[in-house]
């Protein structure tokens, strides 16, 4: 059973920072790209974040290129979104997605974990 489950998301000052994160089960993880997306009330969902299964590439939407940063351990089963600078416009619910790597064209999603950016 492929289950993603997110977790660290808070209430948090603008300015602050906040570490969330997805652990991964019942799929081949190492070998699986993750991306975080994230999706405001009332707005469509944004891709974030995404990293290579073997963590050799990034790539960051130009809203929060330069202040989040996305990583994985492989040992651990589990993808991490650091966000510092955090704005008012980054509330959302932050979300974790799973390409996976062996049965082209399945993937699979969290149910997210919320972040709140404010005074």
């Known amino acids: 059973q492929v289950q993603l489950v997110e977790s660290g998301g808070a209430l948090v000052q603008p300015g602050g920072s906040l570490r969330v994160s997805c652990v991964a089960s019942?799929?081949?993880?190492?070998?699986?790209?993750m991306k975080w997306y994230r999706q405001a009330d009332g707005k469509e969902r944004e891709l974030v974040a995404t990293?290579?299964?073997?963590?050799?590439?990034?790539n960051y939407a130009d809203s929060v290129k330069g202040r989040f940063t996305i990583s994985r351990d492989n040992t651990k089963n589990t993808v991490y979104l650091q966000m510092n600078s955090l704005k008012p416009e980054d509330t959302a619910v932050y979300l974790c997605?799973?390409?996976?790597?062996?049965?082209?064209?399945?993937?699979?999603w969290g149910h997210g974990t919320q972040v709140t950016v404010s005074s």
């Open positions: 997605n799973a390409v996976d790597g062996i049965w082209v064209g399945r993937a699979y």
């Open positions: 019942g799929f081949a993880f190492s070998r699986s790209d």
């Open positions: 990293i290579t299964s073997n963590g050799g590439t990034t």
